[in-house]
């Protein structure tokens, strides 16, 4: 399964600031690859919201407000491949305003049980999803330029969600 969206980033004002409006994943559920026994609900985009030029922003994927979140519902043992971006782009050939997604960006957790996976997007993570399902949370780091040139930016984030096949 694999979902993309863009994003954008805006300047307002006389350029001194970034709105990196929405890294998201689609807001409309959609099955999982293999048996069709997990459903992928993403619920919200990574939202940066104003940036100053030359000013990094550090979403935690603590933060309920700014983080992406996606569900997962059903059964089986799921590995999540994250492909993630260098960058917001301002155009196909336009500047780009670098993304970092640290060691410790990812976090898996399994409601009813407390329990938390931390986890680094960069490498795929694998977990048996418990009855009542997981959620994922992702956070990361935007790092403008001090010249960073103004205009409207896009990137995508593309998951995929691999449940294995209970018969090998």
């Known amino acids: 399964m694999a979902r993309r969206t863009g994003t954008s980033a805006l300047f307002g004002g006389r350029g001194a600031w970034l709105l990196a409006a929405l890294l998201a994943l689609l807001a409309a559920p959609c099955?999982?690859?293999a048996q069709g026994t997990v459903s992928v609900l993403p619920v919200q985009g990574l939202r940066f919201g104003m940036l100053?030029?030359?000013m990094p922003t550090v979403i935690s994927p603590l933060d309920a407000g700014r983080r992406a979140t996606v569900e997962l519902v059903?059964?089986?043992h799921v590995t999540l491949l994250f492909?993630?971006?260098r960058g917001l782009r301002?155009?196909?050939d336009g500047p780009?305003?670098?993304l970092r997604f640290g060691a410790t960006d990812g976090r898996v957790t399994f409601p009813g049980?407390?329990?938390v996976l931390v986890f680094d997007p960069a490498a795929p993570v694998s977990f048996t999803?418990?009855?009542?399902?997981?959620?994922?949370?992702?956070?990361?780091?935007?790092e403008p330029a001090s010249a960073q040139p103004p205009g409207a930016y896009d990137a995508a984030i593309t998951v995929h969600v691999v449940v294995a096949n209970p018969a090998t």
Do not use: F, M, R
């Open 31 to 33: 099955p999982a690859l």
């Open 52 to 54: 100053s030029t030359g």
């Open 74 to 76: 059903g059964s089986g």
């Open 83 to 85: 492909e993630l971006p």
């Open 90 to 92: 301002a155009g196909a």
């Open 96 to 98: 780009l305003l670098p």
């Open 113 to 115: 049980s407390g329990t």
């Open 129 to 142: 999803l418990p009855p009542g399902g997981a959620t994922i949370w992702l956070g990361g780091s935007a």
